[in-house]
């Protein structure tokens, strides 16, 4: 069955929901869609994160930004996350709907200079359900029609814990562990609807579950050339390490049939040979008084660190993204108009998908928007609402276009705490 077959099987359809966190016939290969970093705050402005540096707000992105959490506070961040698919090709469209928890993280101190950071973000998720029928005229003329059905679901996420420790004033190293854990399921069927010819035909399911359990490091850096009262400039770069996932993978192929049913003609466990690349990023962020703008770039070598299929017309490549993007508060201190408090946020990104199918590479290009609420005056603790709408794929080569719709609303919440304060009695 080749890419191609397989991606053109979308079946029209309404929007539908179910427990997938995701849905793409582009998951039928690798590891799944690779989720963008960052909590609701960065992704609202395109997700340009790597010199953010905040104390009221947990950078997932970069281990070095745990250092600037202040003395006696405590940062924590909820988010949650509703997704509308709409995919086409010629003949065909499909809708799908989608409702996530993700990033959950806190930071604290542990002594001074040094924070922690603690997370569970998602990694990647695998979601489709797809179908043809044998185009093959050899099996229609001897057989008849052969309906092949494939479905997949799964999701990996990410244990992140890390330290962040300014060496000296304005210069930060990090270094997290990072632990992927997930499993992912694919099934296939043929079921064979006998019109011509004779003899026994036999229907074949197959299941295969991949098991994820892998530990990995990433390493960053900011540096705050400026660092004025009106004016602050950090510039940061992070490693993430990459290698062989060592996935366990046990694969099941069943045989149905009136003389046999239910028997299991292949039982295989083996290890995969996917691999994680190495991903490189640097970016900066300009913060002044009422305005703040970002902008990284992001390499990955998943070309080399994986081998083409030739035979699913299957290859990977390595990714360059790009994120830009900023917000706007018009004024802080307004105490009288509630709307100019909240901060205003946009960006763009560009990214290229790690999967090259049927030799035809695509991209993705997305817009977002966001709002922060401030809960209080003081504007410690917000509530962030952010918008992603985008598109991805191509219908050139027997592909399918793509277009999404991404929600967030985020919970940022600042908390004093005097875990470290020696206490004095009289």
């Given at each position: 069955m080749t890419v191609a077959t397989v991606v053109l099987s979308h079946q029209s359809a309404s929007a539908q929901s179910s427990s997938l966190n995701t849905y793409s016939p582009y998951?039928?290969?690798?590891?799944?869609?690779?989720?963008?970093?960052?909590?609701?705050?960065?992704?609202?402005?395109?997700?340009?994160?790597?010199?953010?540096?905040?104390?009221?707000?947990?950078?997932?992105?970069?281990?070095a930004s745990y250092s600037s959490v202040?003395?006696?506070?405590?940062?924590?961040?909820?988010?949650?996350?509703?997704q509308n698919f709409y995919a086409h090709t010629a003949s065909a469209k499909t809708s799908f709907n989608t409702f996530n928890v993700r990033d959950i993280a806190m930071s604290f101190p542990l002594i001074k200079n040094m924070g922690v950071g603690v997370s569970v973000t998602p990694y990647s998720s695998v979601g489709y359900r797809v179908q043809s029928y044998s185009q093959d005229p050899l099996v229609h003329a001897n057989i008849g029609q052969v309906?092949?059905?494939?479905?997949?679901?799964?999701?990996?996420t990410q244990f992140k814990v890390g330290l962040g420790y300014e060496v000296v004033k304005n210069l930060s190293l990090g270094a997290e562990v990072i632990y992927y854990h997930g499993l992912i399921e694919r099934t296939y069927n043929a079921l064979p609807t006998v019109i011509t010819g004779s003899g026994s035909y036999q229907s074949i399911s197959g299941l295969k579950s991949e098991a994820v359990n892998s530990f990995y490091g990433k390493f960053g850096v900011q540096w705050t050339p400026i660092a004025k009262s009106h004016?602050?400039?950090?510039?940061?770069?992070?490693?993430?390490?990459?290698?062989?996932?060592?996935?366990?993978?046990?694969?099941?192929?069943?045989?149905?049939?009136?003389?046999?049913?239910?028997?299991?003609?292949?039982?295989?466990?083996?290890?995969?040979?996917?691999?994680?690349?190495?991903?490189?990023?640097?970016?900066?962020?300009?913060?002044?008084?009422?305005?703040?703008?970002?902008?990284?770039?992001?390499?990955?070598?998943?070309?080399?660190?994986?081998?083409?299929?030739?035979?699913?017309?299957?290859?990977?490549?390595?990714?360059?993204?790009?994120?830009?993007?900023?917000?706007?508060?018009?004024?802080?201190?307004?105490?009288?108009?509630?709307?100019?408090?909240?901060?205003?946020?946009?960006?763009?990104?560009?990214?290229?998908?790690?999967?090259?199918?049927?030799?035809?590479?695509?991209?993705?290009?997305?817009?977002?928007?966001?709002?922060?609420i401030p809960l209080r005056m003081t504007g410690l603790s917000n509530i962030n609402l952010g918008l992603e709408m985008g598109q991805r794929g191509t219908t050139k080569a027997g592909l399918s276009k793509e277009n999404y719709l991404k929600f967030t609303i985020g919970f940022s919440l600042f908390g004093e705490d005097y875990w470290f304060v020696k206490m004095k009695y009289d």
């Open positions: 998951t039928f290969y690798g590891i799944g869609d690779i989720h963008d970093e960052g909590i609701a705050v960065t992704r609202a402005m395109g997700g340009a994160s790597i010199g953010f540096r905040n104390p009221l707000y947990v950078n997932v992105t970069n281990p202040k003395s006696n506070s405590f940062l924590s961040n909820f988010d949650m996350e509703g309906l092949y059905a494939y479905s997949g679901s799964g999701d990996v004016t602050v400039l950090t510039v940061g770069a992070t490693y993430q390490m990459g290698g062989k996932m060592g996935n366990e993978v046990e694969n099941t192929v069943m045989q149905n049939s009136t003389l046999a049913p239910n028997l299991y003609v292949v039982d295989e466990v083996y290890t995969s040979t996917f691999s994680m690349p190495n991903v490189y990023a640097v970016g900066f962020y300009l913060h002044k008084d009422k305005y703040s703008i970002g902008a990284d770039y992001q390499f990955a070598d998943w070309g080399l660190r994986n081998e083409q299929d030739v035979t699913a017309t299957r290859s990977f490549r390595n990714t360059n993204t790009v994120r830009v993007g900023g917000q706007y508060t018009p004024n802080p201190g307004d105490v009288r108009h509630a709307l100019n408090r909240w901060t205003y946020r946009a960006g763009v990104k560009f990214s290229e998908y790690y999967i090259v199918l049927n030799d035809q590479p695509f991209n993705d290009v997305a817009l977002t928007f966001g709002v922060g």
